[in-house]
């Protein structure tokens, strides 16, 4: 199956034409009905109604029930899921980035698709040293892929760049923006390119904008959000302001709504 995480501040949703598009692919790829958007927005808007506030709403689905063993019916009947809990205010202070001890497992075929299947995140989840508050993934080359829980970007002088997502992790919502934002470069870098970063943030679509500021204990000075993003603050946290809309108005033009996303743009650019 698959999910999406999404930010809702009371009706206005983030990036919903993003998260749908990265949601219609891993459907696609798993070989899984599509389901229409607006029944989607329908149920978002519920649990987020019961919130009343700032939250953090979940799309799970799955292919439902199966016979015995690996195969799946043939006309899949999907479990959806929706609900919503209100969010925490959100701790951005710098953070003291690592590295994790084991690789990223390498499923090419669906790299960046937000599958259920996250043991890699689960176990990076629990870093071994207190004063590591996120750990970054490396696949089995050495090179950096992802956090546990978010996308991360490093600068090098004047030039952004972010790994490519080509053999495991999430194509995050936020990543794909904030290479549009950037001019990021998709690039792999081995932990030793590090060393250049001078500046660096993770992000994921609950903040898009988690300065570094000690990553692999070397030191960052920079932490304030590139000059070329317009971030809003929401819940202690930054969203880029021009992906929020009501619901009534993606309701009503859902369809028109989701051609422009910057998601399906970045995905076709992948390396």
Known sequence: GLFETILVDNQTI??????????????????????????????????????????????????????????????????IRVWANLLPKLNSAPLSVGIAAHPISAMPYLAGLKTLNRLDQVLAANPVRQDIDEQLLTDHQN???????????????EQWFTPPITEGGIEGTRRALWICRLGARQQHAALGRLALAEQAFLCNAVNVYRPIAHLQGRALTEASPPQSAALVAVNGGYQFHETAASFDCLHADADNHLKQNCWSKIRGMNP
């Open 143 to 157: 090179r950096v892929v992802c956090a546990t829980n978010s996308n991360f970007f490093w600068r090098e002088g």
């Open 14 to 79: 983030y990036a919903w034409p993003e998260h749908y598009a990265r949601l219609s692919a891993g459907l696609n790829r798993l070989g899984l009905p599509e389901v229409a958007p607006k029944d989607l927005l329908a149920r978002l808007n519920a649990a987020a109604r019961c919130t009343g506030g700032v939250s953090v709403a979940k799309i799970l689905i799955t292919a439902g029930c199966g016979p015995r063993g690996y195969v799946r019916s043939e006309n899949p009947a999907l479990t």
